[in-house]
């Protein structure tokens, strides 16, 4: 088996029309980690995020996920990258019903899962009643079904509200203290920081900085990494 749930090489993406989107970035996830990947809006984490799940083909560059190229693997990796469909009338169980059965995996996944994230309890209330924090967290549920050995949550905390991002921040440390391995972007360090065992921060498609919190805290005392700010 792998001993890094993702590796990328040397990778860079460039899009028609000549935005280079990122720029020979290399970055290793490791297994049982949570790896924050933090950078600001344009930085190129979706871009990253889109060529591991085999969305987007690098323009140069090694990809290797769970030991194989990106695409091969789709069977043990849950993703939230786009925003999911849910349907506003059906219940969250349902809806999570609906999930499992494209995702090939038995109903009772769907119990399962909305019970790590923290949503039994709304479990029979139709999607539309969720808060925007809610809701995101069934994204996340949506992408646990398969009980997936590698987790890519693309700003799961983006436009929570402070109680929104508690919630999430929760969630998270949790599924990292169960050994789950997740790949998690942010553009505030702030709102992720505390659940993730190390940092990678990434501007304009490069890296610039990896390391755990504490060691990222310090350049970031510097001045020279201003990622805090939103
Ligand atoms: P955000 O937080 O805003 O989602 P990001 O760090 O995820 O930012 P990307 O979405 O990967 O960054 O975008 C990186 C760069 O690539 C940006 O300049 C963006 O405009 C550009 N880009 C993204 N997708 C495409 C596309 N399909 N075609 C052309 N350019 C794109």
């Not at 990253?48 to 695409?71: D, F, K």
């Not at 809701?135 to 050995?149: H, I, M």
């Not at 700003?155 to 998690?184: F, K």
């Amino acid at each position: 088996g792998a001993s890094f749930a993702a590796e990328l090489h040397e990778v860079s993406k460039r899009y028609p029309g000549g935005v280079t989107a990122v720029d020979g970035l290399s970055l290793r996830v490791r297994e049982g980690e949570v790896l924050g990947f933090l950078g600001p809006n344009g930085a190129g984490k979706t871009t990253t995020m889109r060529m591991l799940v085999g969305l987007v083909r690098p323009s140069a560059g090694r990809i290797r996920v769970l030991g194989q190229p990106p695409g091969r693997q789709l069977a043990r990796i849950g993703a939230l990258i786009e925003s999911p469909t849910f349907y506003p009338h059906l219940t969250g169980r349902d809806n999570l019903r609906l999930a499992a059965r494209y995702a090939g995996v038995p109903d009772a996944a769907a119990d399962r899962v909305l019970d790590q994230v923290g949503l039994s309890s709304r479990a029979g209330s139709p999607f539309r009643t969720y808060s925007l924090g809610m809701k995101q967290r069934l994204g996340v549920a949506a992408a646990l079904l398969k009980d997936p050995s590698l987790l890519i949550l693309d700003e799961p905390t983006n436009g929570l509200d402070p109680a929104g991002v508690a919630e999430m921040r929760e969630l998270l440390r949790s599924l990292g203290q169960h050994g789950q391995t997740v790949l998690l972007s942010s553009h505030v360090l702030a709102e992720v920081e505390q659940v993730c065992d190390r940092i990678a921060v990434i501007d304009r498609g490069r890296l610039v900085a990896e390391g755990t919190p504490d060691e990222l805290r310090g350049a970031l005392g510097t001045g020279v990494l201003l990622i805090d700010a939103d």
